[in-house]
């Protein structure tokens, strides 16, 4: 159908879930901020795990055609009337829209919807994966501000001697001495190799000390999403499972989403294992490996010096934050930095490298 591009100052749209749009996903995939996290599989995935409660709603022109489209998701690390200091509405990726005036007026009345289903929650934030389009203006003026946040991508259309040279020095000696020591890294068997994978996120989290989603969120998206889009992988160290990663795959782009390790004196398993996702994803046909941020610009954070260590470039597509109960946000805040402890996995943790 021809694209409406004149909205009038009232243009109202018809709401629609996947459910009810069976070209949700043809949309999604036309449109080049479309993401895995915004497929109707990721969707259900979502619905499926414990603690999280996915909204996907996209708006329809009065041609037919879709014209904008939101997945968020509340998230809740406690329940009952404890929620409503634990509970935050995540989009793991921008909202897009047709990039027009019709787009805009069709986003916003999507923000809208969400901000008056999500109204209960501490605050609502809006991960980008790409840089500020039109969906920018939109979301500011519902009261989204944009704030710095940092991610590094890589690169993956050079050939594999020129991102092994892009990497740092000293990360191409530990790839080296990890090979030495008996690290090696295979793609494990996804359904058979979840608790295995989780047990390693368990003892990253616990050390960071930081909650971890749900074994059901993991269980879900090998369900619900494509084989080829979701792979998990196993770190062995002389024969020893000792790291796991599991990344998604959508379009031309690969998704370190989640990776957790022992430490093992003299080896560095999440080196291997972050390099044999490039790699693998360039055999795939990938074209960018996307670390899934770098944390904010002013914050010490640990992991993006990790992460700068693979030659990619450092971007800033920022993040966009609204709270909805400032007092609550207040008080939330103080009792997480008071019992984050608390709410991370527990488990025993051998930093002994023994």
Not at 27 to 38: A, C, M, Q, R
Not at 100 to 118: I, N, T, Y
Not at 322 to 328: C, E, I, M, T
Request: glycine content about 8%.
């Amino acid at each position: 159908m021809a694209a409406n591009t004149a909205a009038p100052p009232q243009a109202r749209f018809e709401i629609v879930g996947p459910q009810d749009a069976p070209d949700w996903d043809a949309y999604v995939l036309s449109h080049p901020k479309g993401t895995v996290f915004h497929s109707s599989a990721m969707v259900r995935a979502f619905a499926a795990a414990k603690g999280h409660q996915p909204l996907a709603i996209a708006a329809r022109d009065s041609e037919g055609d879709l014209a904008a489209l939101l997945v968020a998701v509340r998230v809740n690390t406690l329940g009952g009337p404890a929620s409503r200091f634990a509970s935050r509405s995540i989009f793991y990726a921008e909202p897009f829209c047709r990039d027009d005036e019709v787009g805009a007026a069709a986003l916003s009345q999507l923000l809208r919807a969400h901000d008056r289903r999500m109204s209960g929650v501490l605050f609502a934030e809006v991960r980008p994966i790409n840089a500020p389009g039109r969906e920018r203006a939109v979301l500011v003026s519902h009261g989204y501000p944009w704030l710095d946040y940092l991610n590094y991508v890589v690169d993956l259309r050079a050939d594999e001697h020129i991102l092994h040279t892009n990497l740092h020095k000293s990360l191409r000696k530990q790839l080296k001495r990890n090979a030495e020591r008996g690290v090696d890294v295979e793609l494990a068997d996804p359904i058979g190799g979840v608790e295995q994978m989780y047990g390693h996120l368990e003892l990253s989290y616990a050390r960071s000390g930081v909650p971890l989603a749900d074994i059901s969120l993991f269980e879900a998206v090998l369900a619900e999403l494509p084989s080829n889009a979701v792979s998990v992988r196993t770190v062995r160290h002389q024969g020893q499972p000792v790291a796991s990663s599991i990344c998604l795959f959508f379009k031309d782009r690969m998704y370190g989403w989640y990776g957790g390790s022992q430490r093992i004196s003299g080896v560095s398993p999440d080196d291997s294992i972050t390099w044999h996702e490039m790699l693998t994803a360039r055999s795939w046909g990938a074209t960018c490996y996307d670390f899934g941020g770098a944390g904010w610009p002013d914050e010490e954070y640990g992991p993006r010096s990790f992460k700068a260590k693979f030659g990619g470039e450092l971007v800033n597509f920022g993040r966009y934050r609204k709270v909805f109960g400032p007092l609550r946000m207040k008080l939330a805040t103080a009792a997480y930095a008071a019992t984050r402890r608390f709410v991370a996995p527990s488990v025993k943790v051998n930093d002994t490298g023994k």
